[in-house]
């Protein structure tokens, strides 16, 4: 689970582009350099015909947790899971993954410290910022708070829908549609893939 690893992206504005989010690849037997290369997107909200997917820990819901919920539950971050699968929760209510939400509570952590009123105090060196924040973990009473879950049981398209709508109003209905399509190219190009090796693909996620 790369979830603390986001703390090095507190440098950058919380934004769809930010760099702390989840990361989804799509994996297939055969796959060749240039598909790899494909993926390299930067961070892409819009790239699921490549087999990338993306969201940023600004908000959930996070509609990859319904996706690909078997990636995020698995120890090594991979699943095998069928087109079909994927396809039905496009548009069907589903279970989201659980207890995967490290990386949403350490950016929410980071936004508050970086951008209240304590932000004069930030340190100046990257080197710096993990120590920073496991301070302030220590100081609470709690400790990280970590939700179970931050996705209700509701269709992929719904909660970007939903998502999309209320963390980039200025953005949108056009851009929810272009998200959406995002996620049904990225269904599409697995089934693709598996009838072309029959056998389904792999998913990875990185969050």
């Known amino acids: 689970m790369e979830g603390v690893e986001c703390v090095l992206g507190a440098l950058f504005l919380f934004t769809k582009e930010q760099t702390v989010g989840i990361d989804i690849y799509l994996e297939w037997e ?23 997917l993306r969201e940023a820990y600004n908000g959930g819901p996070y509609a990859t947790h319904i ?3 078997e990636a995020f539950e698995s120890e090594d971050c991979r699943a095998e899971i069928p087109a079909a699968v994927m396809r039905a929760r496009l548009t069907n209510t589903s279970t989201a993954a659980k207890n995967c939400n490290v990386g949403h509570a350490m950016a929410a952590l980071m936004q508050k410290l970086f951008t209240g009123a304590g932000a004069s105090k930030l340190p100046t060196d990257p080197g710096d910022v993990m120590a920073y924040l496991q301070e302030h973990i220590a100081a609470s009473d709690n400790g990280l708070d970590v939700p179970e879950s931050v996705t209700p049981d509701t269709s992929v398209e719904e909660a970007v829908r939903s998502r999309c709508l209320a963390l980039y109003p200025e953005d949108g209905e056009e851009y929810a549609q272009d998200v959406m399509q995002s996620f049904r190219d990225f269904v599409e190009l697995a089934a693709r893939r598996e009838r ?12």
């Open 196 to 207: 072309e090796t029959g056998k389904p693909c792999t998913v990875y996620a990185s969050y």
């Open 67 to 69: 996706l690909v919920k």
């Open 30 to 52: 055969g796959k060749d350099k240039q598909a790899k290369d494909d993926q390299l997107v930067g961070f892409s909200t819009t790239s699921g015909h490549v087999g990338y």
